[in-house]
Every structure is written in structure tokens, then in C-alpha cells.
């Protein structure tokens, strides 16, 4: 008799919840960070001629040579980085987190943060240690300092900005964690193209430090690509988890392609920007709810009785990100997308109407 599968999965797996995706169907839909934008028609029709010629049949370039080198240009990589590509970011955690996995090893984070930093730990059987932020969700420098004492943790994990939060933390605190680090410190860069800082150019700087990106919030989160730029001493190993052919042909061929297009994703990230700064406004306006400001495409938000105004948004037909329960700063919080000036107006009227009814 074969054993049944509680048997034989590790508790810890057991005991995770699987991430679940809502369905979003006939919704405003501003719970995933998503660039509400889709491609100019011109530059649609340059895709689809890329798609019809694609060699479908063949294995992708497993090194992904263009598509690394139409990074480096947009991305501003260093020449002396390395670069390595992933099935989205997440893929590159996983990598990484893997690839560090001695025995009793420990990953260091934010809380809260990325979610996947900690599930992904807890896949590859390693600990997590969560430094908690400030009540006003700013970094407590000396707070990460003493856990990386205490700890000495293989990787330590810092979005910039933060998510769900949407800060940016203090420049020289990153610094200062980056110098004490006893092993690599990985900058999630995820929504660098709504905020004004990066730690790109500082890789010359630090031997230690790994900047990550990604262009999902750039409108090309169905293409599930990933980057992690660092130096080679570090990606060389991180590499060798790397599963054969990862980033599949037609994310190569039209991530490649839409690069081409800088200005348009810039003229993208502008919009955001602008209706992002209008969505705040908005959202301070409406009794009870405090909007927290942000430097990525989303606003954290916190209003009374979550639970009940997230089924009256879904119920008028908004689906947002519901934080309450997540961790104990996200109280009665929300996480809502920066969708397009028409999206952002049906969010609010639905969100007005809820905390009103």
C-alpha cells in the first residue's frame, strides 16, 4: 500500500497555504500591480510579425545573448555586472534562496514585504528571519543591523520601493546593511520605473550587493521575465540552478522587440505616475480612509472594517488587494493598483459608496 501524500510532503509544505490568484473576471481589475496600458497598435503589429516567425520548433538561446544585451542598455547594468534572466522575479528568489540553502542557513527580510521572499524560504526548507519596520512602515536601520549580527544570514532581501507599503527606505540605511552584510544583499528593484532611486550604479561599489528588476510593472507581466545584475562571483554559482531554457523563445523575441520602445514605456510610467498622484489626492478626500504615500504604481490604504468595504468594492464590480490579516501593520489595509484615469474613477465611486453605505 503506497503511503499517502501527508507522508511523504515536508511539514513545512504541508502547512503553507498556496498562493491564490482571485478570479478577475468582468472586474475593474487593480489587485496585481499591473501596467493598465497595452502596446501602441504599431508596435503590436512589430510582435506579431516576430511571433510568425519564431522558431517554435527549436529550443530558445539558453544564455538569452540580445535579450542580456538589450538589457544592459535599458536597464543602465554596469559593464563589469553580470546578468542573469528568470521566469519573472520570482524565479530568480527561488535561485538564489536555492542556491544558499546550507543547512541551518537563514534568509533575512522586511516585514511586511514581498510575500515570496518568506514562501520561497520556507520551499527550499530554509529560515526566515523577518525584521519588522517602523509603525509608519520607514526602515529601522540599526533594528536589521543587530538581526544581521545575530543571524548572520546568507542573503538579506530589501524591495525598493516596498511592497505592499510603496516607500522608498532611506537611501544610506540600505548602504549601511549592504556593508555589514555577512553574505550578498539583493535589492528588489521591481518598481524602479515609478520611483526616482536605484542602487544599480552603486554595483561597482559593492561586491556584495544584487540589484533585481523586472518588467512586469512595465507592461509585460505576461511575458514572466526576470533580471538579477551582479557580480559574476556571485551569479556563476546562482546560475547553476538555473533550469535549462527558462526564459522561453517568445519572451526573448518580444522583450527584446518592445525595449526598442523606451520612450513608450516611459510615456506609460508617466501616466501612472500622474494618476498615481491624483489617486492619493482622491483617496485622502474620502472620510475614513488613509492613503500612505507611494513611489511605485500602487497606494497602500487603510479604512475601517476591511473585510466588509472589500466585498462592497467586489460587489460594485473592483478588485483590490485585501491585506487585512496578512500581518499585524496591514490592519484594515488595502493595496490598490493604478489603473487607467477611467479604472481609478470606478474604483473610487465603488470605494465612496462602500465606506458610505
Given at each position: 500500500?503506497?503511503?499517502?501524500?501527508?507522508?511523504?510532503?515536508?511539514?513545512?509544505?504541508?502547512?503553507?497555504?498556496?498562493?491564490?490568484?482571485?478570479?478577475?473576471?468582468?472586474?475593474?481589475?487593480?489587485?496585481?500591480?499591473?501596467?493598465?496600458?497595452?502596446?501602441?497598435?504599431?508596435?503590436?503589429?512589430?510582435?506579431?510579425?516576430?511571433?510568425?516567425?519564431?522558431?517554435?520548433?527549436?529550443?530558445?538561446?539558453?544564455?538569452?545573448?540580445?535579450?542580456?544585451?538589450?538589457?544592459?542598455?535599458?536597464m543602465q547594468i554596469p559593464a563589469a555586472a553580470d546578468v542573469l534572466l528568470g521566469n519573472g522575479s520570482d524565479e530568480?528568489?527561488?535561485?538564489?534562496?536555492?542556491?544558499?540553502?546550507?543547512?541551518?542557513?537563514?534568509?533575512?527580510?522586511?516585514?511586511?514585504?514581498?510575500?515570496?521572499?518568506?514562501?520561497?524560504?520556507?520551499?527550499?526548507?530554509?529560515?526566515?528571519?523577518g525584521v519588522p519596520l517602523n509603525p509608519d512602515f520607514t526602515l529601522n536601520a540599526d533594528r536589521v543591523l543587530a538581526?544581521?549580527?545575530?543571524?548572520?544570514?546568507?542573503?538579506?532581501?530589501?524591495?525598493?520601493?516596498?511592497?505592499?507599503?510603496?516607500?522608498?527606505?532611506?537611501?544610506?540605511?540600505?548602504?549601511?546593511?549592504?556593508?555589514?552584510?555577512?553574505?550578498?544583499?539583493?535589492?528588489?528593484?521591481?518598481?524602479?520605473?515609478?520611483?526616482?532611486?536605484?542602487?544599480?550604479?552603486?554595483?561597482?561599489?559593492?561586491?556584495?550587493?544584487?540589484v533585481m528588476r523586472t518588467l512586469s510593472k512595465s507592461g509585460l507581466a505576461g511575458l514572466r521575465l526576470g533580471v538579477?545584475?551582479?557580480?559574476?562571483?556571485?551569479?556563476?554559482?546562482?546560475?547553476?540552478?538555473?533550469?535549462?531554457?527558462?526564459?522561453?523563445?517568445?519572451?526573448?523575441?518580444?522583450?527584446?522587440?518592445?525595449?526598442?520602445?523606451?520612450?513608450?514605456?516611459?510615456?506609460?510610467?508617466?501616466?501612472?505616475?500622474?494618476?498615481?498622484?491624483?489617486?492619493?489626492?482622491?483617496?485622502?478626500?474620502?472620510?475614513?480612509?488613509?492613503?500612505?504615500?507611494?513611489?511605485?504604481?500602487?497606494?497602500?490604504?487603510?479604512?475601517?472594517?476591511?473585510?466588509?468595504?472589500?466585498?462592497?468594492?467586489?460587489?460594485?464590480?473592483?478588485?483590490?488587494?485585501?491585506?487585512?490579516?496578512?500581518?499585524?501593520?496591514?490592519?484594515?489595509?488595502?493595496?490598490?493598483?493604478?489603473?487607467?484615469?477611467?479604472?481609478?474613477?470606478?474604483?473610487?465611486?465603488?470605494?465612496?459608496?462602500?465606506?458610505?453605505?
Amino acid at each position: 500500500m503506497p503511503k499517502a501524500p501527508e507522508e511523504i510532503i515536508r511539514d513545512e509544505i504541508l502547512a503553507l497555504t498556496g498562493y491564490h490568484v482571485p478570479d478577475s473576471t468582468g472586474m475593474v481589475k487593480l489587485d496585481a500591480m499591473e501596467n493598465p496600458y497595452r502596446l501602441p497598435a504599431e508596435v503590436q503589429v512589430e510582435v506579431a510579425r516576430l511571433v510568425e516567425r519564431a522558431a517554435l520548433n527549436r529550443y530558445p538561446d539558453s544564455d538569452a545573448a540580445r535579450l542580456k544585451a538589450r538589457l544592459r542598455e535599458a536597464m543602465q547594468i554596469p559593464a563589469a555586472a553580470d546578468v542573469l534572466l528568470g521566469n519573472g522575479s520570482d524565479e530568480i528568489i527561488q535561485m538564489l534562496i536555492m542556491a544558499a540553502a546550507r543547512p541551518g542557513a537563514t534568509v533575512l527580510g522586511l516585514e511586511p514585504s514581498f510575500v515570496m521572499f518568506r514562501m520561497i524560504a520556507g520551499f527550499c526548507g530554509v529560515r526566515f528571519v523577518g525584521v519588522p519596520l517602523n509603525p509608519d512602515f520607514t526602515l529601522n536601520a540599526d533594528r536589521v543591523l543587530a538581526a544581521a549580527a545575530e543571524h548572520r544570514p546568507a542573503l538579506i532581501f530589501v524591495a525598493f520601493p516596498n511592497n505592499p507599503t510603496g516607500n522608498l527606505f532611506d537611501p544610506g540605511a540600505i548602504a549601511r546593511i549592504i556593508e555589514a552584510a555577512p553574505g550578498a544583499m539583493v535589492v528588489d528593484e521591481a518598481y524602479h520605473a515609478f520611483a526616482d532611486r536605484t542602487f544599480m550604479p552603486r554595483l561597482k561599489d559593492y561586491p556584495n550587493l544584487l540589484v533585481m528588476r523586472t518588467l512586469s510593472k512595465s507592461g509585460l507581466a505576461g511575458l514572466r521575465l526576470g533580471v538579477l545584475a551582479g557580480a559574476g562571483t556571485w551569479l556563476a554559482h546562482v546560475g547553476k540552478v538555473r533550469l535549462p531554457y527558462n526564459v522561453n523563445v517568445l519572451t526573448q523575441l518580444v522583450a527584446d522587440k518592445v525595449l526598442q520602445h523606451q520612450d513608450i514605456l516611459a510615456q506609460q510610467a508617466a501616466a501612472i505616475k500622474a494618476e498615481r498622484t491624483r489617486l492619493f489626492d482622491e483617496l485622502k478626500r474620502i472620510p475614513g480612509v488613509r492613503p500612505y504615500p507611494s513611489d511605485a504604481n500602487f497606494i497602500l490604504f487603510r479604512t475601517g472594517t476591511a473585510d466588509r468595504v472589500f466585498n462592497g468594492l467586489k460587489q460594485r464590480g473592483v478588485l483590490i488587494k485585501n491585506l487585512n490579516g496578512s500581518h499585524p501593520s496591514l490592519v484594515d489595509c488595502f493595496r490598490v493598483t493604478v489603473g487607467t484615469p477611467e479604472e481609478n474613477g470606478k474604483f473610487l465611486s465603488a470605494l465612496s459608496e462602500t465606506v458610505n453605505a
